[in-house]
């Protein structure tokens, strides 16, 4: 059973940052994504950064390059540093994980939370102005 978990969460003032980590046990990186995802409340999740096992990466417009994801293979564990954090970046955040989609000959990660099969239970990240 492939089972993502997430760390790293907490509160800090907007401004600060925090490195969430994605460890998933049962489960290899090789040929797959990996995707950062976030749910404030009463907003539909929505898809912050996703990375693929060769390196790729994509992100949301709206972070304005405030994020970035990477991947330690020897470790099957994928991080989000998250840097001047805004009130706005309250939400629960979700790591996921999925065999890349085809398309146009190549591979890739979609920021589409429904082409993620296995799913964490989140991490509490809350900024305070």
């Known amino acids: 059973q492939v089972q993502p978990v997430e760390s790293g969460g907490g509160s800090v003032q907007s401004g600060g940052s925090l490195r969430l980590s994605c460890a998933a046990s049962?489960?290899?990186?090789?040929?797959?994504?990996v995707g950062w995802f976030r749910q404030a409340p009463g907003k539909e999740r929505e898809g912050v950064a996703t990375?693929?096992?060769?390196?790729?990466?994509a992100y949301s417009d709206s972070l304005e390059g405030r994020f970035t994801i990477s991947q330690d293979n020897a470790k099957n564990t994928v991080y989000l540093q998250m840097n001047n954090l805004k009130p706005e970046d309250t939400a629960v955040y979700y790591c996921?994980?999925?065999?890349?989609?085809?398309?146009?000959?190549?591979?890739?990660?979609?920021?589409?939370?429904?082409?993620?099969?296995?799913w964490g239970q989140g991490t509490q990240v809350t900024i305070s102005s």
């Open positions: 990375i693929k096992s060769d390196g790729r990466t």
């Open positions: 049962g489960y290899t990186y090789t040929s797959n994504c």
């Open positions: 996921a994980a999925a065999v890349a989609l085809a398309y146009g000959g190549d591979y890739y990660c979609p920021l589409a939370a429904y082409a993620y099969k296995y």
